[in-house]
Nanobody
Framework: QVQLVESGGGSVQPGGSLRLSCALS????????MAWYRQAPGKQREPVAT?????????YYADSVKGRFTISRDNAKKTVYLQMNALKSEDTAVYFC??????????WGQGTQVTVSS
């Protein structure tokens, strides 16, 4: 059974940085397209960044995070990362890791809170 375990959330001042990690277990990590989503209070869950399967040559970023966030993957560690720099108060949300297999339903992590506040 596939499990996703996220870590790295926390509280930071505006302009600060955080790195989120999401480790996958129970299947072949390389074949999963990985993504980070976030959900702020009272808002719908939205995609933040995605990275293609295998070598991760293709990435996507929401306009609101372009130039500040970087998604990457380490297949040896079966982990996807989200490096978040120049954080803003509007980045405050619960961040979720998502794993999409080549076929069938995807999987979600439990979420990790990111709070940006002075």
């Amino acid at each position: 059974q596939v499990q996703l375990v996220e870590s790295g959330g926390g509280s930071v001042q505006p302009g600060g940085s955080l790195r989120l990690s999401c480790a996958l277990s129970g299947d072949i990590f390389e074949m999963y397209r990985m993504a980070w989503y976030r959900q702020a209070p009272g808002k719908q869950r939205e995609p933040v960044a995605t990275i293609s399967e295998w070598r991760g040559r293709e990435t996507y970023y929401a306009d609101s995070v372009k130039g500040r966030f970087t998604i990457s993957r380490d297949n040896a560690k079966k982990t996807v990362y989200l490096q978040m720099n120049a954080l803003k108060s509007e980045d405050t949300a619960v961040y979720f890791c998502n794993a999409e297999p080549p076929a069938g339903d995807g999987y979600w992590g439990q979420g990790t809170q990111v709070t940006v506040s002075s």
